[in-house]
């Protein structure tokens, strides 16, 4: 109706998923290029959670695009199946005909069908939309699937896209052996209000707008506001506005017209910005989407008023190329702690739970000692906060979660030395805590803030966290549990 009126070819904001839509920000295009790279180089089950009308579906779709030729993706759209409609849809997807057989049957011949695209080069992948929905004795089957291997090579990859409701069936007892073979782990998370502004007019232009902004600061917030920063409502608003806009055959979209827009939704508020269950709990293991371009932004802010690093400091390393930035991103946040020779890549944490009977951390634990690193100054706020993070890792209660700010691709005192002084001036040095960790052979940091007693608290801690820590990094919450079982 309002195509012609503002210069449009097709709707720019349709609530079905349509790939030339996709937007990039709000690490949506990193979270894409992360899945590739988890898929194509890598083993372990992948879960990708956020609320309803977040993007999980676009971003399924797209990852069915850019997935190499030699990968087989088989799309579960419908996860309300039992498990054997389960298996016979995997069997559908890879043209075996294996109506009416037994499942023992079925299960064999999957295998011998996987091992032979295995040999050819072929790979098969099952991407689970709206997992969340799926029955438990369905995701246990897919546990089953997941265990098909020749040698040492597992013949079928999982991801499950799902709301925050998936962490809480995965968390159930029987769920467990699950939950301990999810690897990766993506939030998606809602817009910040400063990006309301670049989606709405990503979508105007890809929809052939041609323009100046269209949308006033006023409008902009309140969408922002009222959406809670969700693409779907975020759609369903900016749409209705232009609608109002036309009526009014004005060319400008202001407050009023989202005021109207709002009326004719009838938008119910969703989970508060203020700490209720948000963003998705990470299950057994870490989460990871941890932006390093913003990282490597931030450390390099205001770094001509610092005062010099004493001349035995190490020389600065410069920044990696835009290629490493991308495998960096894509690379599993797992516990590298006292394990010098293991490489991020290649972690898998299997979480050994401890006795029910048992109350924190058991007693027989050792010690968590982390990796000695050289050319740091024993006197150095760096030093200093490699210490507590020590103290603090073997003092905490078990479930203890933290929230991750971002890695460092080298060790590079003098940049996090300049990051920790910001902090103090902040007044958030004493939250901050450093981990040394290997990555593609090379000594860095993860660096993260707070240590919370579990994952929701956690989780309620990040809304909160400064202004420019959420502007420059990808918050996301990090279970530190996990180096417990660090021998």
């Not at 988890?38 to 879960?47: N, Q, R």
């Not at 998705?280 to 913003?294: E, K, Q, T």
């Not at 024993?378 to 890695?407: C, H, K, V, W």
């Amino acid at each position: 109706m309002y195509l012609e009126h503002f210069g449009l070819n097709e709707p720019p904001f349709k609530i079905t998923p349509v790939t030339d839509f996709f937007f990039t920000g709000a690490n949506r295009g990193e979270i894409l290029d992360a899945l590739v790279y988890a898929i194509t180089d890598g083993e372990g089950i992948i879960k990708i959670s956020g609320e309803v009308g977040s993007g999980k579906t676009m971003l399924c779709r797209m990852l069915l695009d850019k997935l190499p030729t030699n990968i087989k993706a088989i799309y579960l759209a419908n996860p309300s199946m039992s498990r054997d409609e389960l298996l016979y849809a995997i069997a559908d997807r890879l043209q075996l005909d294996l109506e009416g057989k037994r499942v023992n049957v079925i299960l064999q011949t999957l295998q011998n069908h996987l091992e032979a695209m295995y040999e050819r080069g072929e790979r098969v992948v099952v991407l689970v939309d709206e997992a969340h929905a799926m029955p438990l004795e369905t995701l246990e089957e897919l546990r089953l699937l997941y265990n098909l291997q020749v040698g040492k090579h597992k013949l079928l990859q999982i991801v499950l896209f799902g709301q925050p409701e998936l962490d809480e069936k995965l968390s159930q007892t029987n769920m467990r052996q699950l939950k301990d073979r999810i690897v990766h782990h993506f939030t998606i998370l809602p817009l910040s209000p400063k990006i309301v502004h670049d989606y709405l007019m990503f979508r105007m232009r890809a929809a052939g707008y041609k323009g100046p902004d269209i949308f006033s600061a006023h409008a902009e917030k309140l969408i922002g506001k009222a959406s809670q920063g969700l693409m779907r409502r975020v759609n369903i608003l900016a749409d209705k506005s232009l609608l109002a806009a036309f009526v009014e055959n004005t060319h400008q979209i202001e407050e009023r017209h989202v005021q109207a827009a709002l009326r004719d939704s009838e938008m119910t508020p969703m989970r508060s910005w203020n700490g209720r269950r948000y963003f998705s709990v990470i299950g057994g293991l870490v989460l990871f989407v941890a932006i390093l371009a913003g990282a490597s932004w931030f450390l390099n802010q205001e770094r001509m008023h610092e005062t010099p690093e004493p001349a035995n400091q190490a020389a600065l390393v410069p920044a990696a190329p835009a290629a490493e930035v991308a495998m960096m991103q894509a690379v599993s946040a797992v516990a590298e702690v006292a394990q010098p020779a293991e490489t991020v890549a290649s972690s898998a944490v299997n979480a050994t739970e401890p006795a029910a009977n048992t109350p924190g951390i058991a007693e027989a634990r050792p010690p968590i000692k982390l990796k000695q690193l050289s050319g740091i100054s024993p006197r150095s706020l760096l030093q200093q906060r490699l210490d507590a993070t020590e103290a603090m890792l073997n003092a905490m209660p078990q479930g203890s979660t933290s929230i991750q700010l971002f890695y460092t691709e080298r060790v590079q005192p003098e940049r996090m030395e300049g990051f920790l002084r910001r902090a103090r001036k902040l007044g958030k040095l004493e939250d901050i805590f450093i981990i040394p960790i290997e990555l593609k052979g090379k000594d860095a940091f993860r660096v993260l803030y707070g240590s919370f007693p579990s994952s929701s608290k956690a989780r309620a801690a990040i809304p909160e966290l400064p202004e420019r820590y959420q502007e420059a990094f990808a918050p996301t919450l990090h279970l530190l549990e996990s180096y417990q079982n660090t021998p």
